[in-house]
């Protein structure tokens, strides 16, 4: 049983900053662990498709969205089964609610077309992050 937890959501002002976290618990596959997961994060605004904003492997390699690019900042701490997303210069049409996502993947690298949701098995409830002008 793989469990998401997000934390860190609210409400900032914008050009404010806000810093995600994502715990992972529970039984990871057997014979592998959480660093053999491929770990991002999604938001989902209301009338909106869900966008993919980044990925991070076992070794800290990133991919980000055009959205987010210079303003995002993902990463993990695999001793603490934690993912995290540092959002910075935030914008109104930030706004949305933001889902961290896993699966395992071999080597522990994510996947090539790494921003279809239905490569990620396992997904948090999300954090709603507001940002207003």
């Known amino acids: 049983q793989v469990l998401l937890g997000e934390s860190g959501g609210g409400s900032v002002q914008a050009g404010g900053s806000l810093r995600l976290s994502c715990r992972i618990s529970?039984?990871?596959?057997?014979?592998?662990?959480?660093?053999?997961?491929?770990m991002g994060w999604f938001r989902q605004a209301p009338g909106k498709e869900r966008e993919a904003l980044a990925t991070?492997?076992?070794?800290?390699?990133?991919n980000y969205a055009d959205s987010g690019k210079g303003r995002f900042t993902v990463s993990r701490d695999n001793a603490k089964n934690t993912l995290y997303l540092q959002m910075n210069s935030l914008k109104p049409e930030d706004t949305a609610i933001y889902y961290c996502?896993?699966?395992?993947?071999?080597?522990?690298?994510?996947?090539?077309?790494?921003?279809?949701?239905?490569?990620?098995?396992?997904w948090g409830q999300g954090t709603q992050v507001t940002v207003s002008s």
């Open positions: 996502a896993a699966d395992l993947v071999t080597g522990g690298v994510c996947f090539n077309d790494w921003s279809n949701a239905q490569h990620y098995r396992y």
């Open positions: 529970g039984d990871a596959y057997q014979g592998y662990t959480y660093s053999d997961y491929c």
């Open positions: 991070i492997d076992t070794y800290g390699s990133t």
